[in-house]
C-alpha cells in the first residue's frame, strides 16, 4: 500500500551557535520601528551569537546574550525586548525553517515577521515589518 509518510522537520538539524557575518538594510529596518541612533547602532554591531537549540517539532530556543526564549511552536510567547518594549511572538517550523510572527503588546499594529531559513551552513534571517521595511542578516554556523 502506498501512503504518504512525511519525514519529520526535526531531521533537518538548525541547532548551533551562529556568528553574524553582514547585514542588509538592519540600521534602517530598526529605526523604522523608531530605536534611537545610538541604540540601532550598537544593536547592529553586536558581536553577540545567535544560539538555537533544543529545536524538535515541538519547540525552539533562541539565546542572544544571556537571554534564552523557549518558543513552543503556534503558541504566544510575551516577552520584553532589550529596548524595553513589551512584544508577543508565535513561532512555526517547517523544516530548515523558523518562523517567528510579532507584535507590539500595546500596539497590535506593529508587526514583525523574522524567518530563520537554514542554507548549508548559513542561517539567513530575513525581517519584515509592518510598513514594508525589509532587513536581511546572515549568519555563519561555528559549532
Keep these: 500500500m502506498f501512503g504518504f509518510n512525511p519525514i519529520p522537520i526535526s531531521t533537518v538539524d538548525i541547532n548551533g551557535i551562529y556568528i553574524k557575518e553582514s547585514s542588509e538594510n538592519f540600521f534602517e529596518y530598526l529605526k523604522s ?7 540601532a547602532l550598537r544593536v547592529l554591531n553586536s558581536k553577540h551569537p545567535l544560539v538555537v537549540s533544543n529545536a524538535d517539532d515541538i519547540k525552539v530556543t533562541i539565546l542572544v546574550k544571556d537571554n534564552p526564549r523557549t518558543f513552543i511552536f503556534g503558541e504566544e510567547l510575551p516577552y520584553t525586548l532589550s529596548t524595553g518594549q513589551d512584544v508577543v511572538t508565535v513561532a512555526s ?19 514583525e515577521v523574522r524567518v530563520l531559513e537554514l542554507i548549508d551552513d548559513e542561517l539567513v534571517s530575513t525581517s519584515t515589518n509592518h510598513l514594508g521595511v525589509k532587513a536581511v542578516n546572515r549568519y555563519k554556523k561555528v559549532s
Design 33 to 39: 520601528f523608531g530605536v534611537e541612533d545610538d541604540i
Design 93 to 111: 517550523r517547517d523544516g530548515g525553517t523558523l518562523t517567528f510572527n510579532t507584535y507590539l503588546a500595546e500596539n497590535p499594529e506593529t508587526t
